[in-house]
Nanobody, 122 residues
Framework: QVQLVESGGGLVQAGGSLRLSCAAS????????IGWFRQAPGKEREFVAF?????YYADSVKGRFTMSRDNAKNMVYLQMNSLKPEDTAVYYC??????????????????WGQGTQVTVSS
């Protein structure tokens, strides 16, 4: 079992940057695929990025967001650059034991963090 805790959200102006962190518990963390999802007010939660060995990104964030992981520290990061107001959402990290890459459906993730708010002002 994996427990996930996100941090690093906040308020930033358009064009700015934030780095989200996801701290994971569990001795087998390196065997999990990790995804980032986000949910804006009034919208469904959507896929943002995935990593097993390398990152995979939704078209809406490709070229602006970079996902990385440090298995020795049980940490996953989402570096977000060139932020836009439409990136405003609660961001969640999630863990999956599905072995293929990428895993973009939230229904295939068994473990979720509590979320961290990102607000981008125009």
């Amino acid at each position: 079992q994996v427990q996930l805790v996100e941090s690093g959200g906040g308020l930033v102006q358009a064009g700015g940057s934030l780095r989200l962190s996801c701290a994971a518990s569990g001795r087998t963390f390196s065997t999990y695929g990790i995804g980032w999802f986000r949910q804006a007010p009034g919208k469904e939660r959507e896929f943002v990025a995935f990593i097993r060995w390398s990152g995979y990104y939704a078209d809406s964030v490709k070229g602006r967001f970079t996902m990385s992981r440090d298995n020795a520290k049980n940490m996953v990061y989402l570096q977000m650059n060139s932020l836009k107001p439409e990136d405003t959402a609660v961001y969640y990290c999630a863990a999956t034991q599905v072995v293929r890459s990428p895993v973009t459906s939230q229904r295939e993730y068994a473990y979720w963090g509590q979320g961290t708010q990102v607000t981008v002002s125009s």
